[in-house]
């Protein structure tokens, strides 16, 4: 028995116990919810790009707010792993009062170091200097980090909320709250877009900002009956308690990889402020992640899904075919729209950017159609490791993305590649080493 109080093999933490065969319109169910949230939350940042097009100065805005919400999320990042660690403790009282604790500490440390950046030399130290910013884009972005001040607090509680739902089986309620975070930030968006007196970066920010809270304040509410379930059961016979030190150890190398992940963003920014125009580099990139991020959200899905549905060997079959299918689908419907007209048609039209900053766009997604299937994956190999209360190894893949990403777009810098088309490689290259690596730790720890 290990010390958070649950075994190293696979066991359907929604039951407690090994799971029967699983049917694949059994997953299904239990993943379309945790996927619809995801395809929403990557649709909000779609939508305010195309508000702030249709505002003054819109390549300004659009790189500027790339830049507020690449260090925003980057900020965020311990607290972004918190849906799958209490996806998988939250079984109890007293794992549950635990869980919160570290839950309020992360949301304290994380609003400090936002207030260090945002009103401190710091800004200047880790934008202009370290990665590089030209001057105009990051006067812009300041207020929109400001601004965004308990952005990582916001979703910290949102996604510990979220978590305990997960594991308790009440998956349609995280997607109902991510409908009310889209509605929040896009009505926002919309309506002080319509008044246009405020600059773009600070209707992006503000829009963002009034989505995260309006989520997390519908969590806590729609969690109330699971949690008063979870909070009236005491730990097992034969499970020991969930201490805070073991809670971190469980958490840290999932903030960790986190961390490396989001890291990835302003790494790219750094590279492409280095390229042949970087102004329109850095404007292009976030459309082009953007729309590649739609088509990896159902692949982003898997890991929680995985955690709660692995139940023994007879489910290990099913679940990882359900991955690898929705990775193929992924993928396939990203290539229809790359290589298609409806690529110009949803960039000049939905999106409303400019037929130039679309012709930089379009040879970054076409060359990120690898991106969907590898997150879905991962999400594979990453569930069934958290599963078995594994995941040191998932940083260690995490670092070897971000060396591999770092390395290539260094190399492309120096050849002067295109700045977006590199940072579609990279992003692939760093993505596919990565697979491989969790794909021989998770066949190691079986």
Same mark, same amino acid.
């Given at each position: 028995m290990s010390e958070i109080g649950l075994t190293t093999? /696979?066991?359907?933490? $929604?039951?407690?116990?090994?799971?029967?065969?699983?049917?694949?319109?059994r997953i299904a169910a239990f993943w379309?919810?945790?996927?619809?949230?995801?395809?929403? #939350?990557?649709? /909000?940042?779609?939508?305010?790009?195309?508000?702030?097009?249709?505002?003054?100065?819109?390549?300004? #805005?659009?790189a500027a707010f790339g830049i507020t919400l690449s260090l925003s999320i980057t900020i /965020?990042?311990?607290?972004?792993?918190?849906?799958a660690t209490a996806t998988a403790l939250a079984r109890d009282r007293q794992s549950y009062l635990k869980i919160r604790r570290f839950t309020i500490d992360l949301m304290v440390l994380t609003t400090a170091l936002t207030a260090l950046i945002g009103w401190t030399p710091l800004y200047d130290i880790v934008v202009r200097q370290a990665m590089g910013i030209p001057t105009a884009?990051?006067?812009?972005?300041?207020?929109?980090?400001?601004? #965004?001040?308990?952005?990582?607090a916001a979703i910290a509680w949102r996604r510990f909320k979220q978590g305990v739902m997960i594991r308790h089986n009440a998956t349609r309620l995280v997607g109902y709250g991510t409908i009310v975070r889209l509605v929040g930030s896009a009505g926002t968006a919309a309506a002080l877009g319509l008044w246009g007196k405020l600059p773009g970066v600070w209707l992006g920010a503000c829009?963002? #900002?009034?989505? =995260?809270?309006?989520?997390? =304040?519908? $969590?806590?509410? $729609? $969690?109330a009956p699971v949690v008063a379930r979870v909070t009236s059961s005491a730990v097992r016979m034969g499970e020991v308690e969930l201490t805070y030190n073991a809670l971190v150890r469980y958490h840290a190398p999932l903030a960790a990889t986190t961390l490396l992940l989001l890291l990835g963003q302003p790494i790219v920014g750094a590279a492409l402020a280095r390229t042949a125009q970087p102004e329109l580099a850095l404007a292009a990139w976030p459309v082009t992640y953007g729309l590649v991020l739609i088509f990896r959200s159902p692949g982003a899905a898997l890991p929680e899904a995985v955690i709660a549905l692995l139940g023994g060997k007879d489910t290990v079959r099913p679940v990882r075919r359900f991955g690898l299918m929705v990775g193929l689908i992924s993928s396939g419907l990203l290539a229809i729209l790359a290589f298609t007209p409806l690529a110009n048609f949803y960039l000049t039209r939905l999106i409303g950017i400019t037929p130039d900053l679309a012709r930089i766009v379009a040879p970054g997604v076409q060359l990120s159609l690898l991106i969907p299937w590898l997150m879905a994956v991962q999400g594979w190999q990453r569930g069934r490791l958290m599963n078995r209360k594994v995941t040191a190894p998932i940083t260690v893949a995490m670092g070897l993305n971000l060396a591999t990403m770092a390395g290539v777009l260094a190399l492309g810098v120096a050849l002067r590649f295109p700045g977006v088309p590199l940072a579609g490689i990279a992003l692939t290259a760093a993505m596919g080493v990565e697979s491989l690596v969790l794909f021989f730790r998770a066949r190691g720890s079986s």
């Open positions: 093999s /696979e066991t359907n933490v $929604a039951t407690g116990a090994a799971s029967p065969a699983l049917s694949q319109w379309l919810p945790l996927a619809a949230s995801w395809l929403l #939350m990557t649709l /909000e940042g779609p939508f305010v790009n195309g508000t702030m097009a249709r505002l003054s100065d819109p390549a300004l #805005m659009i /965020e990042s311990p607290v972004i792993m918190l849906l884009i990051a006067d812009a972005a300041l207020p929109g980090l400001r601004i #965004m001040l308990l952005w990582s829009a963002l #900002m009034v989505g =995260v809270i309006a989520e997390a =304040v519908f $969590a806590h509410f $729609a $969690a």
